[in-house]
């Protein structure tokens, strides 16, 4: 008897994991369009619609692959291992589910190292092309990455301290147990650091500009000025998944409403409000942007380490103000 | 931060209604590139007048963006490459480099009366000759400067939309 129901929980937890993957994958283009769109509008602009990264990307698969002079297998494998991280952490976080199979692999430390992974194996390709641009966009990269993944370590494990668990799938459930979690002062520090870091790792303003041209003033981009054709659609997309996975972290740590358990007939509400959570995010931060010119870069570190600092902050707070 | 907000409620949307689709003469490539056309532009020796209308085509009133056209930051990542001005002997390399890190299906824009023919710069020391000479051109925009609408009508023929 027990042996049934727990094996009907984990196959409603495998097909929650599929559609949380299949959502992200499919969505996390036409959140890069839905915040264009925001931006534009703004702008007085009209805007080519929420669907034109999916254009771009099915006429960059559609292109000729260019393998420049002199680079190497890491140049060519770092879009597929960026694209997998992204996928990964895409399966095993609790984006529509708690109750994922892959549920072991959901810790706090190993999703901080997947995402490390994919801008580790990025930058190392923008070292690869041996061109100027490619290394300094790797450096910048590392800067900002030494700041950004302690913090996104420190603000989470700031969560974990009450729940007694690094696991996020966890921390999501026993949110939705004891709501009042989320006002409390760590969890407000910890939410404070997480959206900064969570902006300066997927390359936003202020702290990296998606869509400039000018290389001096690039992070993101002056590592993948060499990528061509499908790999460039493979760049991009994972780009926007990982954006994706980071908003959706930020908004089920401290929103988690809608998530499903282990019951199948929740899902289609989860995915929903998921969607609608992370656009929510992604419109904010689009609208963010317009008020807002990028950071120099030798201020950025005195954000991140701000950030930094809340997060510590947080995870103090959590050990010592604690409710009764 | 309120000024600004109030500027954006106060100015609304400044984009032109978009003018009917023109008759591309290139529908292959416009089917090739599926709505969606990634623009490197290259100076090849213009004086600059080609630009402002450029980044006009691309500004708020005209916003070439919302026919699938972008400017991007790198040859590899481009489609179409948006050539200005008679290409100088300094210039003839550099162009024709860029030409080849495009990947294939790609297309030339010669862009303004010296990318089409030398213009008024015909002849001169330093020009090796129109962008057609250095570069297989697919798509002329005429004008000394072209005005804005001229480039925006040449790149939705490019992007079919």
Redesign the interface.
């Known amino acids: 008897m027990s042996a049934a129901v727990s094996a009907a929980v984990s196959a409603a937890g495998a097909v929650g994991a599929a559609a949380q993957v299949v959502l992200v994958a499919a969505g996390a283009p036409v959140l890069v369009g839905l915040m264009r769109q925001v931006r534009a509008r703004l702008e007085g602009r009209a805007g080519a619609g929420f669907l034109q990264p999916w254009r771009d990307l099915r006429k960059l698969v559609r292109k000729e692959a260019i393998t420049p002079d002199g680079t190497g297998p890491i140049f060519r494998t770092a879009p597929l291992v960026l694209a997998g991280t992204a996928l990964v952490i895409a399966a095993v976080i609790p984006v529509a589910t708690t109750a994922s199979p892959l549920d072991g692999a959901a810790d706090l430390f190993a999703v901080a190292a997947l995402l490390a992974l994919g801008t580790v194996a990025l930058a190392l390709a923008g070292l690869d092309t041996g061109t100027a641009f490619g290394g300094m966009g790797a450096s910048r990269e590392m800067t900002v990455m030494a700041l950004v993944e302690p913090t996104i370590l420190v603000s989470i494990f700031a969560l974990s301290v009450p729940v007694g668990s690094t696991n996020l799938g966890a921390i999501v459930t026993s949110t939705l147990h004891e709501p009042q979690r989320v006002a409390s002062p760590a969890s407000v520090l910890a939410a404070v650091a997480l959206a900064v870091v969570a902006i300066a790792e997927t390359g936003r303003i202020p702290v990296d500009n998606p869509s400039t041209h000018l290389e001096l003033t690039m992070i993101h981009e002056a590592m993948v000025l060499e990528y061509a054709g499908p790999d460039l659609a493979l760049v991009e997309w994972a780009s926007a998944m990982r954006l994706t996975i980071l908003l959706g972290l930020v908004a089920n740590l401290f929103a988690p409403w809608g998530i499903a358990g282990a019951s199948p007939a929740m899902l289609p509400v989860a995915l929903i409000a998921f969607a609608a959570k992370v656009a929510v995010l992604g419109g904010a931060l689009a609208a963010g942007e317009v008020f807002m010119a990028k950071l120099r870069m030798f201020r950025v570190p005195e954000l991140l380490a701000g950030s930094f600092v809340l997060a510590l902050l947080a995870v103090a707070a959590s050990y010592f103000l604690v409710a009764p | 931060?309120k000024d600004?907000?109030r500027k954006?409620r106060g100015?609304?949307?400044?984009?032109e209604p978009?003018p009917a689709r023109p008759e591309g003469a290139s529908a292959g490539r416009a089917r090739?590139?599926?709505?969606?056309v990634?623009v490197r532009h290259v100076d090849a020796g213009s004086c600059n007048g080609c630009e402002v209308e450029i980044a006009s085509a691309f500004g708020?009133v005209y916003?070439a963006?919302?026919?699938?056209a972008?400017?991007?930051?790198?040859p590899?990542?481009a489609?179409a490459l948006l050539v200005t001005g008679p290409v100088t002997r300094n210039m003839r390399m550099a162009l024709r480099r860029t030409y080849e890190?495009v990947?294939?299906?790609k297309v030339v824009v010669a862009v303004g009366d010296c990318a089409c023919d030398c213009g008024v710069f015909a002849e001169a020391y330093g020009v090796v000759g129109a962008v057609g000479d250095v570069v297989p051109v697919d798509v002329e925009v005429p004008g000394c400067p072209p005005p804005p609408d001229a480039i925006t009508a040449a790149l939705r023929g490019l992007t079919g939309r």
């Open positions: 931060m600004l907000l954006i100015t609304g949307r400044v984009a978009a090739e590139f599926g709505g969606s990634q708020p916003d963006e919302r026919y699938g972008r400017l991007v930051a790198s590899r990542h489609d890190a990947p294939e299906p």
